[in-house]
Every structure is written in structure tokens, then in C-alpha cells.
């Protein structure tokens, strides 16, 4: 299968102080041409790793096994110049938007340098784009915006510059790093509205990092679930959310609060969430596991195709039988 | 949006001057003086500066001449002014070279890191071992005394202190989100740094620019002092207080009080300038006037 963005077996080790601390262990997923796929999990389960991986923007002494191709191109191969322009072709929505943006270069030229050194053109022309597409992310006063320097702007105005940033580079792929975590809640629904219709009238194909499972299922085709730096379950976002096949899903999703039921406490997973580096033999989960067996202490389950995606538990059948009952 | 952007400029305006203090704005006024004075000065001087009357030798004030004479009888505000160019212009050679190798040497350490970084930094050690001066004498020395070879040697020993500073400030910005977002971007390393972290550097870099052109007029009067610097007849505050020097033992100090004046008095001036600059850093936005010209 081959789709816009294929991750194979993707582990990644960083230098650790005395031995090399793991972050990723065998990642595999891939996106189609136009799909969207939200990647969701705790702190430190791997998301911004994987993303960081494809741009290849891993710290010093980060080791990276496996191959991302895009496009059917291997990004391991590319240097200098070809990994420029693949870059450019990939945009990274992040999540702090102020920390990404020169702080000395206003807007504007933010937003036409790639234009003006990739495609070669004029200033005026790139501004002209570069207003076009800041009234479609929404924000008003185009022209003048560009004048403006980014301590001048709110976060969601500046993210949505960032948006609009990703847009002008024409990409069919968006990398989009948890882009709306630092903004205030009413902010993260406009520009999630606005993110998410303009990936839709392009047909862009979008690699979603959030924590947020239900936002992840409102704009995702397919959602896929990580722990520990590995993939749990991937499937479609609406089954995942009403059905979740692997317990550790489950218990994200029991865990989540709701408006309808008023409850005294909510349900938790026993436990603190792990890293790759503390992750057990067998499955990552078993420690906190509700369904544990001794299969899952001794062999790491492989991601199997089941209904309508994957899912890495040895149980799930027995599971899903017994919860039908 | 018009009130705003008024109300924005005065405060930047505000900023920038409260930022200098009344201290700041003094050396600066005393530099600004200085530096018209350099450019008109010796247009201004009715006398040669190089023309000797032997008979005004260590002469008092006259009408005309009214810092009187040095030994060989040439007008002292004459020499004075016309020195005021070649002790300006000196150490502006000094700090342009100096700061474009430094901190080009830091930029490129900054970026590659590893063993490139280790590499540069120790042989900017081995370079501090070497006082400036001492390196400045010797290449006037091999290549022939003069003020070219005098500022080259200063420019090279500047290095070490400059680029230490500006690779430190370097790394710290190389490693900020914006800078790997750009590098996301595509955009190549030479065009980040050039167009974006020099820029955010250039606060740090105005003010120890202006540090070093306080030390770099020191040390090349110590040079022209010795001999190896500018040359006379020509006029030069480091050549007058050496030649200065055979009068002050005959009670006639005149030539060499005034010319270390004015190097102590603009030394001042810069050094205060520097560290009002590198106090207000956060404040001040030098880098707006390299801006195109557009509005704030």
C-alpha cells in the first residue's frame, strides 16, 4: 500500500547519559492521498517524536531505524537540497506559535520568504497571495496584518498566519503538531473550524497530533492511538471512539468526562503513563492493564488488521465477546 | 489605527530614550560631536596641520591658533582635528572587520556544532593567549609599520572576544523553536542565518561593537604610540602623546594632555554608549534601522 506518507517500522533511540534511551518502537501507519489522521496519546508516548521524524528534525545523536517514504520517497535518501524542497512541501502547523515565528520579521515576510526563495517571486506578487490567504484563514485586515510584527498579534491570530503560512506552500501533506493546545478554548474551536474546511476544499492529507480523542475523532477520517512509543489501535475515528477494541483505548474512553452524566469522580487507569524507555517486555500496557495475562508479559502483540483497522492486543476477540454479552 | 500607531511610536520613542539615560545620551552626544568633528574638522582648521614654524616651537595661544604650538611649531588644533580622522577611522576598521570575521566564525561554529564547534573553540583559546598589542607590533613589525598592518593585527586578535560572545548568543538562538521551524520550512542554513539569526543577534552586536571600538582606539594609540602605527608627520592622537612626550619633560605638556584627552574622553564615551546599549537590550530595537524603509 502505498499513500501520501508511509511510516515502516519507524524506532527511534536518542543518546541517553549512559545507554540509548528508546522513543519510538516500531511505529508503522500510513495516510492516503486526502485522508486525515489524528495521532493521539499521552505525554510522552511518542506523537511529537513521530512527527519530528519526518521532518527529520530529531535532537543530535538521535538514531532512526525503519523508513518514512512520501510519496514513495524515501526521506532517509534525500540531503541538502532535496530535503529542502521536500521540506517545503510538508508544512508543520506547531503547537506555540509565538516560539515559531521570528520575533524580528513581521508577518509579511514571514509569510512570502519560502514564496519569494522557492518560487522565485516578486515581492509584490507574494504579497499579494500571501493577503489572499490570510482572508481565507479568517483574518481580517490582510494588508495591514502584514505590516504588523508578531508580539502584535493574539495567539489565534498568529496561528491562523501559521495556518496560512502552511497553505501557501500549495502542500498536499499537513503536518499539524497539537496547533491548537496553546490556545484558549472558543480560539481552538475557530481555528480548528477554519483548519479544518480549508483541508477539506483542497483535498490535503493531514497528519493530526493531539491528547484531544474526541477533537481528533471530530476532524479525523482515521484515528490512531500511542503508547509508549508504539501504536496501539488505528481505525476509523467514529468506531474508535463508540467501540474501542483495545483496552487501552477503552479506558481513554471511560476516562473521558461528559456533559450528559454527572459523576462524583472520574474513571482513571491505575498507574502513571509510561515512556518507550520504561516500556515491559510483552505489551507496553501490561502494567496498568485491566484484562492482563501472562501472554501479554511474554510476546509483544503485532498490530493486526481487525473490522475496520488495526489493533496490537493478543484478547481483543475474547474481550469484544465477553463485552457483547 | 491612526491613534494607535501614534500612541505606539511615542512610546518607542519613549523607550528608546529613557533607555540611554542622561549618561548615554551625553557620550553619545560627545561621539556624535567627535565624528563631525573627524569628517569637517580639518576644513574647519585655518592652519596645516603639517606646516612647522620653528619659530612658535611649544608657542602658548595666539590669535588664530588658539591651542598654541607643539615643538616643531605646527598648530595643535589643526593636528588635533585632522588626528580626530585617522583615530576615528582606525578603530572603525578595527570593529567592521573584527565583528564580520567573529561573528561569522560564531554563526558557522553555532550552526554545524560537533566537531566543527570543539574545533573552532579551541583554536579561539589558543588565540586569547596572544594580547593583542603584542600580535599588532609584530605584524607592523614584519609587514612595515603602518596603520594598515596595525588593524589588521588588532582585527585578527578581536576575534577570539567577539566571536566567544556572539557563539554563545548564537547557540542559544540556533536552538530556538522559530529557527527549526524555518529550517522545516526548507529554507536553507545560509539564508536562515543571514536573514534571521544575525538579525535577532544585532542588539548583542551593536552594543559590543561599540565596547570595541572603545578598546580598539586604545590599543592602536598604544601602537602609533610605540611607532608602528600611523606614521608622521602625519597626525595622530597616539603619535602627538609620543611626541608629546619631550615636551612634557620640559614643562611644556600641552600636545600630549590634549591628545590623551581626547583618547580618554571618547574611550569614556564609548565604553558608557556600549553599556547603556547592552543594559536596554531587551528595549532597544537597532534592528529596525537596517529595515527596508516602511512604516513601524
Known sequence: MSGILDIDHLTVTLAGEDRPKPVLSDVSMSIAEGEAVGLVGESGSGKSMTVRSIIRLLPPGARMEGNIRVRGVDLGTLRGAALRKMRAEMPVIFQDPRAHINPVRSVGDFLTEALRIHRRMSRAAAEDRAADVLDEVGVSEARRRLRQYPHELSGGLLQRVMIASALLAEPRLLLADEPTTALDVTTQAEVMAVMDELRRERGLAMLFITHDLELAAAICDRTAVMYAGRVMEVRASASLLERPLHPYTAALATARPSIERKVDRLTTIPGRPLSAFEAPDGCAFNTRCAHVRESCREQRPELRTLLDGQVACVRVEELQAVSHD | ?296
Open chain 2, 1 to 296: 489605527m491612526t491613534a494607535t500607531s501614534v500612541v505606539r511610536a511615542r512610546a518607542g520613542a519613549r523607550a528608546g530614550r529613557g533607555g540611554l539615560g542622561p549618561l548615554g545620551v551625553t557620550a553619545a552626544t560627545v561621539i556624535a560631536v567627535a565624528v563631525v568633528l573627524a569628517a569637517i574638522g580639518p576644513e574647519l582648521a585655518s592652519a596645516d596641520p603639517n606646516a612647522s614654524d620653528f619659530a612658535h616651537a611649544y608657542g602658548p595661544p595666539t590669535p588664530g591658533h588658539p591651542l598654541g604650538y607643539d615643538s616643531q611649531g605646527r598648530d595643535l588644533l589643526a593636528r588635533l582635528l585632522t588626528g580626530a580622522r585617522t583615530s576615528l577611522l582606525g578603530p572603525l576598521w578595527v570593529v567592521a572587520l573584527g565583528m564580520t570575521a567573529g561573528t561569522a566564525i560564531a554563526v558557522v561554529a553555532a550552526w554545524r556544532g560537533g566537531w566543527l564547534d570543539s574545533m573552532v573553540s579551541s583554536v579561539l583559546e589558543v588565540m586569547f593567549s596572544f594580547p593583542g598589542v603584542l600580535l599588532a607590533m609584530l605584524v607592523a613589525a614584519v609587514f612595515g609599520p603602518g596603520l594598515t598592518s596595525a588593524v589588521f593585527a588588532l582585527a585578527v586578535a578581536y576575534i577570539p572576544y567577539i566571536a566567544r560572545l556572539v557563539r554563545s548568543a548564537a547557540v542559544a538562538e540556533r536552538h530556538k523553536p522559530y529557527i527549526q521551524a524555518l529550517e522545516v520550512q526548507g529554507l536553507g542554513a545560509f539564508t536562515i542565518c543571514l536573514r534571521h539569526l544575525v538579525p535577532n543577534l544585532l542588539p548583542l552586536l551593536a552594543a559590543q561593537a561599540t565596547l570595541f571600538f572603545g578598546y580598539a582606539m586604545v590599543d592602536l594609540a598604544i601602537v602609533s604610540f610605540f611607532g608602528l602605527g600611523v606614521q608622521p608627520p602625519d597626525a595622530d592622537w597616539g603619535v602627538m602623546v609620543a611626541s608629546g612626550q619631550s615636551g612634557v619633560l620640559q614643562g611644556y605638556p600641552a600636545e600630549s594632555l590634549l591628545a590623551g584627552g581626547c583618547i580618554v574622553l571618547l574611550v569614556v564615551a564609548f565604553n558608557v554608549l556600549g553599556e547603556r546599549l547592552s543594559d536596554g537590550r531587551r528595549v532597544h530595537r537597532p534592528w529596525r534601522l537596517f529595515r527596508r524603509g516602511g512604516t513601524a
